[in-house]
């Protein structure tokens, strides 16, 4: 097994921990001002664990609620709170496998296409089963060249 392809199987293991996450839906206040108001947190108290203002508090609250904070507030806000912040990436198609698949599959038909289209021009145009079979094998070796081009 190569070094990409057990880098990838690696990942792929830690990111299928995040899979069940997807589902959970961020409250609508946003995580910060959530936890605190459950566990009877005030601005002001989490602002002295944090050495900041209530109108720090506020301001942080926001921020993440509109998607501006920073991954140290976070990390600062949870160790504030004895918690620890967790974040990831989970592919939309699954997995990180999936998402090479279709990648090397959209660009294996773009390839195959635009040589049976110059065919066709020629009068040597192929079956739709040739063409499939093409973009089939095609896909399988984007696949294990893993070409920059893949991601373009």
Do not use: C, H
């Amino acid at each position: 097994m190569g070094k990409k392809s057990l880098q990838l199987q690696q990942l792929n293991n830690k990111m299928l921990g995040f899979a069940t996450l997807k589902q959970v839906a961020v409250p609508p206040t946003g995580w910060i001002k959530a936890i605190r108001t459950a566990i009877g947190m005030s601005m002001q108290q989490l602002g002295n664990k944090l050495s900041v203002s209530k109108q720090g508090i506020l301001d942080m609250e926001r921020r993440e609620k509109d998607g501006s904070i920073t991954i140290r507030s976070l990390k600062e806000i949870g160790r504030a709170l004895d918690m620890q912040l967790v974040y990831g990436f989970i592919p939309n198609d699954g997995s990180l496998n999936a998402l090479i698949e279709k990648r090397a599959t959209e660009l294996a038909a773009k390839i195959v296409l635009r040589t049976s289209n110059t065919m066709k021009l020629e009068d040597q145009g192929n079956t739709n089963q040739r063409i499939e079979k093409a973009i089939k094998e095609r896909a399988e070796e984007i696949k294990n060249e893993m070409p920059k081009i893949l991601w373009d």
